[in-house]
């Protein structure tokens, strides 16, 4: 199993969760909706695509962007349709629009 966390800019952030939700993937080998989208707003230091999206941080003390932090799990046979999902979803056309890491999980226990 893989845990797959995106950042990506809040401009995307719905074209990427529509693009997974449209994923004939998201489904998932067990059938049903058992994928866990996370998502969570956080400051970051992407390029902003306007003057509006910056922001001077009081508690940083530089200047920020609010961007979004997806995470999901997902089966190994999975993983690459959804990167390539969030991949093609998330392009803003900047030379870094933001990041996508996969890391494998030793072990996942649902909660029933």
Known sequence: MKEVKAY???SRVADVIAALKDSPMWVGERGG???NL???VVKGSLLP???NDQHYSMD???EMVNEYKLEL?????E???IVAALHAAARTGQSVAGWITVTDLARVIPIH
Do not use: I, K, M, N
């Open 8 to 10: 990506v800019h809040r």
């Open 49 to 51: 695509l306007d003057s």
């Open 38 to 40: 996370a998502v969570y």
């Open 79 to 81: 993983v690459d349709q």
């Open 60 to 62: 940083l003390g530089d």
């Open 33 to 35: 909706r058992w994928h």
């Open 73 to 77: 799990l997902c089966e190994d046979t």
